[in-house]
């Protein structure tokens, strides 16, 4: 891809996350003079300041990180950077040219891409396609918002037939010529309203996956979603209803009526773990991959931590770890999935939606419902006419309410429907915190 349309001799990389000490090391490499710049206080960046000073690469921390470096001929945003920031919006008035780390690479990348977006099943959909174009013989690296960076492994590019992108709304928000072979659609659904406006402004920053793409590319989408007309060939899936070119039918896979992949061949279950394997398979069908050749790496596919995971079995009760569930589509599809009576364990920060929307589902299939967090209180407001609610200070307490409350033959299910920097580092630390509290239960 060319890299001309920037001036890269003095970049200023905004974001010392993963994403932009990735760009920020790639670029270094080539010869750019690079400075990082963080608006995170200078205690919280130690560790960052030291790896990235090895490589000759300055930190600049705290408040004066808004400040536009004398010289700087381009800005790179990292995914975490809202481009309505202060920090942004002072390189915005300087007149520096943006970019992302997803076009920084793109820029770089020798051989095609499969990118692939979603509110929900990202990951797991990016890591099934990577295994099944490996077993078949086409070599691809997984990368992007699943981690390491896109900028990190795009050096190797030029060995792969194919790199494998999960991309996020908040990396599609900086492309101007990323062009993916194969674009995956999996879902949309309310989520980052924190750093949206509005629902239709996080729809178009996602629908950017597909704004480069020609007749000779592919588009691989969930025929539920009322997506605008396409350039590209198109593949459909819906494990709901028919008329999709994949759908299901009586726990199987179809294409186009025939079979092609019983789901208990699989370790996935669920209706949101079909469509993810209805995507791998219509991804690999785009390419040109028998259904054979796709089959062996599917169904010896386990499912990532963190994801609708049984974590304990104590007093006949089972223990569900779905700690990956930062929005409420997430919690509506753990819940529908689950025959059982439910103690369900949600909440967590406010990223601008309400819980009532799933109200019913939640009165349906809950024996009750323990609250934490920031939005605890109003989530209770919402729910408790229609089930039981209480409210924990921590999810200690919320473990040790829930495992009195439930019954032989229930479910503890933590899906906390929302993201929660305002108690945990992340969502693998509150899943890896649960997980322990459970097997402490035993004790």
Known sequence: MSTDAYNYSNVAVLGAGESGVSVARLLAAEGSQVHVLDTAPPEALEARSSSLAELGIPLIMGGRATDV?????????????????DQVQSFVRAGVPLSGELEIAWERCQ???????????????TQLIEVMFNAAGVRTQAC???????????SGSKDLDVMTVEVSSFQLETVRTFRPRIAVWLNFAADHLDRYASMEEYFAAKLRIFENQGDDDWAVV????NLPALKARKLTFDAQNPGADFGLVQEAIVFRGSPVLSMAETRLSGVHNA???MAALATGHAWGLSWDSMKAALCAYRPLPHRCEVVGVFNGVEYVNDSKATNLDAVEKALASEKRRVILIAGGKDKGFEFDSITSLVASRCRSAVLIGEMAQRI?????????????ETLAEAVQISSREALPGDVVLFSPGTSSFDMFKNYADRGNQFRALVSNLSA
Do not use: M, Y
Not at 120 to 125: E, L, M
Not at 383 to 392: D, G, I, L, M
């Open 69 to 85: 470096p004398q010289g700087t001929t381009l800005a790179v945003l990292s995914p975490g950077v809202d481009p309505a920031s």
């Open 222 to 225: 969930n025929a539920r979603d």
């Open 111 to 125: 051989c095609p891409v499969v990118a692939v977006t979603g509110t929900n099943g990202k990951t797991t959909t």
């Open 275 to 277: 469509e993810n394997l």
């Open 380 to 392: 209770e407001a919402q729910w408790s006419n229609s089930v039981p609610c209480r409210r924990a």
């Open 144 to 154: 992007g918002n699943i981690g390491p960076a896109f900028s990190a492994h795009v």
